[in-house]
Every structure is written in C-alpha cells, then in structure tokens.
C-alpha cells in the first residue's frame, strides 16, 4: 500500500522569508514518481514536479526547489523568498510508474503575509 | 501543460437529482481519466478509474451505482452523481493521464452543493 504523510498542516510566514515543506511517503515499489501539486483558493490544482524514483537529483526551478532522499523516503519542498500568491495548500504525491492514480498527503495550507 | 476542462464548475442541486459532470482532455487523447472526491479542508481522495471504451474501476468504499462513470470517447469522461444527498456535496475533480507526459493534469475542479 502507499501512503504520502504531510505532517505540517499549516505554516504562516512572513513574505521574503523562507518556507520548507515537508513530505514522508511509503511504498513497496522500487519505481515510482513523486509530485507536488498547488491547490490555490480558487480549487484547481496547479502541477509543480513529478519525481522518478531513480533521479536523487535534487531540483530547482526559479524560487522553488525539492530535496529528494530516498535513504529518508522523503520528498521535500522549500520556496524560497515566499510571496503573498504562494499562499495556498500543497500536496505530495505519489504513484505507481506510468499510471498517475495518485496518493496524496493530507496537505499543507501556506499562509505568507505582507 | 496539457489541457483539461471540467464543466461545470460549481453546481446546486436538490436533493434527489442527478448532476453529470463532464471532464475533457482538449489537446491529447486520454484512454486513462481519474475521479477524485475533495471534502472541505481534506485531501483528495481516488474514487475510481475511467477507462475509455471499457468499465471504470471504483475505489473501495466507492458506489457504483451512485457515482456512474461513462467514457464514451478519447478525450471525454462523465461523472453522474445520481440521487443526490447533501453528504455527496464535495469539490470533483478529474485528471487525464497524458501520454507518454510527465505527469497528470487535472480539470478545474466542480464544487457540488445539494440542498
């Protein structure tokens, strides 16, 4: 069975500061990816990375970037710099190779003030 | 990204009706379409499979025969919430796989309310 384990239910910073999400998740697959997704107020689901479970690289994309260690089966996300539109709920994600029916963690509900 | 629409994107119903859902891939062909079911300040959770020309599969605990899925053609799915209770009231959200793509996107999102 999977499971994606997001501890952190909220987090509130200050814009500019930093922000690192966290994400556990359990598999018996030895090949199988990794998301993240952003889900602003608005609802629709926003795709932000998918990881193969071969590629440790760690990854960084403008101000967000993911620190992936399978030693720790951990898939974390920090953003960098944060600004008030960060503010939204993020999920990790994961699934079986070539299949995308995904199990999400409960969620992390951002919220960066001015 | 590839491109999924979702119509529509909120609806009221009464109690008793029928309310369909559409989910459309507009630029690729999606065999593999997926239906989750958001409850306020939850996460999502899979309700079942769509499987273009065949019988989805449904997550355990899903109903069948309340939630029926058809699809009927490469880049459409449809989700009848039939008989419709206020505890079905949730956000619906599909996604399409993309072929050979790097990951699956989702659809707007409707957010059902019965009353």
């Not at chain 1, 990816?33 to 926003?46: D, H, I, M, N, R």
Request: glycine share 4%.
């Amino acid at each position: 069975a999977q499971k994606v384990t997001q501890a952190q239910t909220e987090i509130s910073v200050v814009e500019k500061e930093d922000v690192t999400l966290d994400c556990v998740y359990e598999t018996r697959d030895t090949t199988y990816y990794l998301f993240w997704y952003k889900q602003p107020p608005s609802g629709e689901l926003v795709f932000l990375i998918r990881r193969n479970s071969f590629d440790e690289q760690n990854e960084i994309s403008g101000r967000y970037s993911w620190n992936f260690q399978k030693s720790t089966s951990s898939f974390n996300f920090t953003i960098t710099a944060s600004q008030v539109v960060d503010s939204a709920v993020y999920f990790c994600a994961l699934s079986e190779p070539y299949d995308y029916k995904l199990s999400f963690g409960a969620g992390t509900t951002v919220t960066v003030r001015a | 990204g590839a491109v999924v629409s979702q119509h529509p994107s909120r609806v009221i119903c009464k109690s008793g009706t029928s309310v369909k859902i559409e989910c459309r891939s507009l630029d690729f062909q999606a065999t593999t379409m997926f239906w989750y079911r958001q409850f306020p300040k939850q996460s999502l959770m899979l309700m079942a499979t769509s499987n273009e020309g065949s019988k989805a599969t449904y997550e355990q605990g899903v109903e069948k025969d309340k939630f029926l899925i058809n699809h009927a053609s490469l880049t459409l799915s449809t989700l009848t919430v039939t008989s419709a209770h206020p505890e079905d009231s949730s956000f619906y959200i599909c996604s399409a796989r993309v072929p050979q793509g790097e990951a699956a996107f989702f659809g707007q999102g409707t957010r059902l309310t019965v009353v």
